[in-house]
T-cell receptor, first 114, second 113 residues
Framework: ETGVTQSPTHLIKTRGQQVTLRCSSQSGHNTVSWYQQALGQGPQFIFQYYREEENGRGNFPPRFSGLQFPNYSSELNVNALELDDSALYLC?????????????FGPGTRLTVT | RKEVEQDPGPFNVPEGATVAFNCTYSNSASQSFFWYRQDCRKEPKLLMSVYSSGNEDGRFTAQLNRASQYISLLIRDSKLSDSATYLCVVSDAGGTSYGKLTFGQGTILTVHP
């Protein structure tokens, strides 16, 4: 176990709805990154938070937004859900810059949009 | 062109076989390189980092060629438990970069008895 937890485990939403996914990082980790993994693909970087500030973003539209809290836990919010948003959403925490510090992934939230 | 490209696979090999995975990356600013392993419906887990001098961890050997922007993973004496998806990962960490990880699409390995 990595110590990174995510909730909920599974979620089914309807197109157009909004969803909030939650991530609790490993103790002491101040950096959280979110990834989207579509079926049969590798994870795609959504954004990264460091000490409550977004400090990097991948090629995702503004309807994907996030927050990081003082305890370094994090949320991913997706508005106006589309069918293509169906995927496994992974969060990963690290002591610092991913690549310089190992990232530890949570088990993911599997989102289905119908 | 994708930033990180891997062999399409899938690979189906018998126990005891040696199998090699290849990966190329397009961003010459990439600084760190990794292989991750992902079991079915589970999260990715770091298998090993990859260094320019090459590195070995038991049955696993990773190589990096910066000039060719090429990464490889060799698995010797395959075990049933090696069955998984192997993800090639690069990072531009360092300097002012925030160091995102860029994943390849993954290669599925199945080891059969």
């Amino acid at each position: 176990e990595t110590g990174v937890t995510q909730s909920p485990t599974h979620l089914i939403k309807t197109r157009g709805q909004q969803v909030t996914l939650r991530c609790s990082s490993q103790s002491g980790h101040n950096t959280v990154s979110w990834y989207q993994q579509a079926l049969g693909q590798g994870p795609q970087f959504i954004f990264q938070y460091y000490r409550e500030e977004e400090n990097g973003r991948g090629n995702f539209p503004p309807r994907f937004s996030g927050l990081q809290f003082p305890n370094y836990s994090s949320e991913l919010n997706v508005n106006a859900l589309e069918l293509d948003d169906s995927a496994l959403y992974l969060c990963a925490s690290s002591l610092g810059q991913p690549g310089l510090y190992e990232q530890y992934f949570g088990p993911g939230t599997r989102l289905t949009v119908t | 062109r994708k930033e990180v490209e891997q062999d399409p696979g899938p690979f189906n090999v018998p126990e005891g076989a040696t199998v090699a995975f290849n990966c190329t990356y397009s961003n010459s600013a990439s600084q760190s390189f990794f292989w991750y392993r992902q079991d079915c419906r589970k999260e990715p887990k770091l298998l090993m980092s990859v260094y320019s001098s090459g590195n070995e961890d038991g049955r696993f050997t990773a190589q990096l060629n910066r000039a060719s922007q090429y990464i490889s993973l060799l698995i010797r004496d395959s075990k049933l438990s090696d069955s998984a998806t192997y993800l090639c990962v690069v990072s531009d960490a360092g300097g002012t970069s925030y160091g995102k990880l860029t994943f390849g699409q993954g290669t599925i390995l199945t080891v059969h008895p």
